[in-house]
Antibody
Framework: EVQLVESGGGLVQPGGSLRLSCAAS????????MHWVRQAPGKGPVWVSR????????NYADSVKGRFTISRDNAKNTLYLQMNSLRAEDTAVYYC??????????????????WGQGTTVSVSS | QSALTQPASVSGSPGQSITISCTGT?????????VSWYQQHPGKAPKLMIY???DRPSGVSNRFSGSKSGNTASLTISGLQAEDEADYYC??????????FGGGTKLTVL
């Protein structure tokens, strides 16, 4: 079964740090771009960051650039998000998601076809 | 990185069809064939319903279809069913090599 399981969320004070993990199983993790997407309570999803399959290329939303770092360990089938200088507005459920793949055509797509269950990050004093 | 614009809510009766719009700019929706649509039920993770404007993942009902014209993409759900009641979000790849989501549309099945 294709699965993503996030962990590492919790309560942290403003200015603090947290590292999220996303354990992948059921597919060849090293073949896929991966994303982090967050969703504040009662709000829509917001894209946070993306990393390519071998970790050599990353992109970030302006709101987290310089504070968050996405990385991956393909040997451990795990995606990470290091979050520093956390702010109250970073409070959200954080999801990892896989770049889509069309089995029929053999092409990767720009959708996100597998999502984890999310891990909650609360930034408050 | 402004959010894509969606109507806050739409509604329809069982069996009817509804369409949800998603308006962006030439730097996102209008510039690429990379619009996706997600369904989200309360307390659940988003689920991919449409990718690359109009393609459906395996297992998604053919009652769901997507299209695009200029800077506006659309999701149409035909033959509305009670289980379609959910929040729907569009998303697009952008010229900044980032992704942007819409603000979401709450679908109510009357």
């Amino acid at each position: 079964e294709v699965q993503l399981v996030e962990s590492g969320g919790g309560l942290v004070q403003p200015g603090g740090s947290l590292r999220l993990s996303c354990a992948a199983s059921g597919f060849t993790f090293s073949n896929y771009w991966m994303h982090w997407v967050r969703q504040a309570p009662g709000k829509g999803p917001v894209w946070v960051s993306r990393i390519n399959s071998d970790g050599s290329s990353t992109n970030y939303a302006d709101s987290v650039k310089g504070r968050f770092t996405i990385s991956r360990d393909n040997a451990k089938n795990t995606l990470y998000l290091q979050m520093n200088s956390l702010r109250a507005e970073d409070t959200a459920v954080y999801y990892c998601a896989r770049r889509g793949y069309n089995i029929l055509t053999g092409y990767y797509t720009f959708g996100m076809d597998v999502w984890g269950q999310g891990t909650t990050v609360s930034v408050s004093s | 990185q402004s959010a894509l614009t969606q109507p806050a809510s739409v509604s329809g009766s069982p069996g009817q069809s509804i369409t949800i719009s998603c308006t962006g700019t030439s730097s996102d929706v209008g510039g690429y064939h990379y619009v996706s649509w997600y369904q989200q039920h309360p307390g659940k993770a988003p689920k991919l319903m449409i990718y690359d404007v109009s393609d459906r993942p395996s297992g998604v009902s053919n009652r769901f279809s997507g299209s695009k014209s200029g800077n506006t993409a659309s999701l149409t759900i035909s033959g509305l069913q009670a289980e379609d009641e959910a929040d729907y979000y569009c998303s697009s790849y952008t010229s900044s090599s980032t992704w942007v989501f819409g603000g979401g549309t709450k679908l109510t099945v009357l």
